[in-house]
């Protein structure tokens, strides 16, 4: 008889195995749908830590991460940064009052200013060189006032523009965040999926182990069965650290999202079931999209600040017309009669030349105007594309979850059905091992397809805009 010689087969079941492994590690990433928010949105400021461990479902963590996400606490910085520049340009067009009450002690040399008096002696009189000292008060209230200034008027309507900006932003800026906690929530369900996956592979492993290794003994199936099931047995078990190592990082990941103290530890309390999508029309969510993303509104704000910007840069060529005054009252010192005191005067400035100024203004807001228009008609397709992408997602995801459900049924029917042919001596390991293989990639299949369906999901909710309410809605 022939002696066949198994090495070439365990090389390579060990590089399938490792590739297994390495898929494991990483865990279900490609969603297929727009990457989640990075930067400032993968930071926090840390709240206080909690005693024992916390129990966090996804809500909480979404709650959580619109409290303490280092994107959402700068974006409303941003909005009272554009409230403050709304009350500088409003400054320019509301009256300003002053109070300048004073007293003075005076006394003043007449010749300092160049008056010599030298008169006869036989007129009987002189006029002193040195006048005082002498004390007076006055006590008014004054007020300057832009009566009208068309540039200044524009710019106050755009900075009101920039502040409605801000305030939408700093809305979808929220829907990020909801983006960003979703991601990480999912991908930590997904990773401790995968380890109770490489748990259950290698309690299989271990079963067949000692299953080969016994009829080793008996004598009833040659060493290099026992030696396959070995190296199948070590290389669940090194998936398994793999995938607990991938779960502490991505609860590390996760915790940084939403502001939990360093070391605080905690557990999900959630877990992702399948739950069917219903259907919605590409109309429907495009017209949803449109009336409800915060950075669309946003966009609209910007082109129409950007409109009374250039508006305020030709109104630069009409006169202003000022008026400031003040009135009070006045007397000697000391007991010197109260007189009323006040002063009026309104003044027109008509520009005759001004060096090329206002024409340079002018240049700068068009250009600032047409990439506005530019953007918001950019945002306007990435939409589109948003809304049409998580919809290709939700259906090709949700039939990947269906398909890989019947797949793990199967999987798991050859599975028995080859352990019962090895252990009645009519096949070896290798047929066990490959059909343990198979049941392994199926449960990964239906981890990531479920993982994808399921940020499909997050991923429509940020489309659609108001992503807070959308998961509600689609994860009751």
Same mark, same amino acid.
């Given at each position: 008889?022939?002696?066949? @010689?198994?090495?070439?087969?365990?090389?390579?079941?060990?590089?399938?195995?490792?590739?297994?492994?390495?898929?494991? +590690?990483?865990?279900?990433?490609?969603?297929?749908?727009?990457?989640?928010?990075?930067?400032?949105?993968?930071?926090?400021?840390?709240?206080?830590?909690?005693?024992?461990?916390?129990? =966090?479902?996804?809500?909480?963590?979404?709650?959580?991460?619109?409290?303490? !996400?280092?994107?959402?606490?700068?974006?409303?910085?941003?909005?009272?940064?554009? @409230?403050?520049?709304?009350?500088?340009?409003?400054?320019?067009?509301?009256?300003?009052?002053?109070?300048?009450?004073?007293?003075?002690?005076? +006394?003043?040399?007449?010749?300092?200013?160049?008056?010599?008096?030298?008169?006869?002696?036989?007129?009987?009189?002189?006029?002193?060189?040195?006048?005082?000292?002498?004390?007076?008060?006055?006590?008014?209230?004054?007020?300057?006032?832009?009566?009208?200034?068309?540039?200044?008027?524009?710019?106050?309507?755009?900075?009101? %523009?920039?502040?409605?900006?801000?305030?939408?932003?700093?809305?979808?800026? *929220?829907?990020?965040?909801?983006?960003?906690?979703?991601?990480?929530? =999912?991908?930590?369900?997904?990773?401790?999926?995968?380890?109770?996956?490489?748990?259950?592979?290698?309690?299989?492993?271990?079963?067949?182990?000692?299953?080969?290794?016994?009829?080793?003994?008996?004598?009833?199936?040659?060493?290099?069965?026992?030696?396959?099931?070995?190296?199948?047995?070590?290389?669940?078990?090194?998936?398994?650290?793999?995938?607990?190592?991938?779960?502490?990082?991505?609860?590390?990941?996760?915790? *940084?999202?939403?502001?939990?103290?360093?070391? %605080?530890?905690?557990?999900?309390?959630?877990?992702?079931?399948? @739950?069917?999508? %219903?259907?919605?029309?590409?109309?429907?969510?495009?017209?949803?999209?449109?009336?409800?993303?915060?950075?669309?509104?946003?966009?609209?704000?910007?082109?129409?600040?950007?409109?009374?910007?250039?508006?305020?840069?030709?109104?630069?060529?009409?006169?202003?017309?000022?008026?400031?005054?003040?009135?009070?009252?006045?007397? %000697?010192?000391?007991?010197?009669?109260?007189?009323?005191?006040?002063?009026?005067?309104?003044?027109?400035?008509?520009?005759?030349?001004?060096?090329?100024?206002?024409?340079?203004?002018?240049?700068?807001?068009?250009?600032?105007?047409?990439?506005?228009?530019?953007?918001?008609?950019?945002?306007?397709?990435?939409?589109?594309?948003?809304? *049409?992408?998580?919809?290709? !997602?939700?259906?090709?995801?949700?039939?990947?979850?269906?398909?890989?459900?019947?797949?793990?049924?199967?999987?798991?029917?050859?599975?028995?059905?080859?352990?019962?042919?090895?252990?009645?001596?009519?096949?070896?390991?290798?047929?066990?091992?490959?059909?343990?293989?198979?049941?392994?990639?199926?449960?990964?299949?239906?981890?990531?397809?479920?993982?994808?369906?399921?940020?499909?999901?997050?991923?429509?909710?940020?489309?659609?805009?108001?992503?807070?309410?959308?998961?509600?809605?689609?994860?009751?």
């Amino acid at each position: 008889m022939r002696r066949r @010689s198994y090495f070439p087969i365990l090389l390579l079941a060990s590089l399938v195995f490792a590739a297994q492994g390495a898929k494991a +590690q990483g865990g279900p990433t490609e969603s297929g749908g727009p990457p989640p928010p990075g930067g400032d949105y993968n930071g926090s400021v840390p709240a206080q830590p909690v005693a024992g461990t916390l129990p =966090l479902s996804m809500q909480d963590a979404i709650d959580r991460g619109l409290k303490q !996400n280092l994107g959402l606490l700068i974006s409303n910085t941003d909005v009272n940064s554009a @409230s403050g520049q709304r009350w500088q340009a409003l400054s320019a067009i509301l009256p300003h009052f002053t109070a300048s009450p004073f007293v003075d002690t005076s +006394q003043v040399s007449l010749a300092e200013f160049g008056f010599s008096f030298h008169f006869p002696p036989t007129l009987g009189f002189s006029i002193p060189s040195v006048v005082g000292p002498f004390s007076y008060f006055d006590g008014r209230v004054g007020m300057t006032d832009s009566v009208l200034d068309l540039s200044a008027i524009n710019k106050t309507h755009a900075a009101s %523009q920039r502040v409605t900006s801000a305030q939408h932003t700093y809305q979808d800026a *929220r829907d990020l965040v909801v983006l960003a906690v979703g991601y990480s929530y =999912l991908q930590v369900i997904s990773d401790e999926s995968q380890v109770e996956t490489a748990q259950a592979q290698v309690d299989t492993a271990q079963a067949l182990y000692d299953q080969a290794a016994d009829q080793v003994t008996a004598g009833t199936s040659p060493a290099i069965d026992g030696l396959r099931a070995q190296v199948e047995l070590k290389t669940r078990q090194q998936q398994l650290i793999a995938a607990k190592n991938a779960v502490e990082i991505e609860k590390l990941n996760l915790g *940084r999202t939403i502001g939990l103290a360093p070391g %605080q530890q905690f557990d999900l309390t959630d877990r992702s079931p399948y @739950s069917p999508f %219903q259907g919605m029309t590409v109309d429907e969510a495009l017209k949803r999209a449109y009336a409800s993303r915060s950075d669309f509104q946003a966009a609209m704000a910007d082109v129409r600040a950007a409109e009374y910007s250039k508006r305020a840069a030709k109104d630069e060529y009409y006169p202003t017309l000022a008026a400031n005054g003040d009135y009070g009252t006045a007397s %000697q010192i000391p007991a010197g009669g109260f007189h009323t005191v006040y002063d009026v005067k309104a003044t027109l400035s008509i520009p005759i030349w001004q060096g090329g100024v206002v024409r340079g203004d002018v240049a700068v807001a068009d250009a600032q105007l047409q990439q506005s228009h530019d953007r918001l008609d950019n945002l306007r397709s990435q939409i589109d594309t948003d809304v *049409r992408t998580a919809l290709l !997602n939700l259906q090709s995801s949700q039939e990947q979850v269906t398909v890989a459900q019947s797949n793990i049924d199967l999987a798991e029917q050859t599975l028995a059905q080859a352990r019962d042919r090895f252990s009645a001596g009519v096949t070896d390991t290798v047929e066990v091992v490959q059909a343990q293989e198979a049941v392994a990639s199926a449960h990964e299949d239906y981890i990531s397809a479920l993982y994808s369906f399921n940020y499909a999901k997050i991923s429509l909710a940020r489309a659609l805009g108001a992503a807070e309410q959308g998961v509600k809605e689609f994860f009751k």
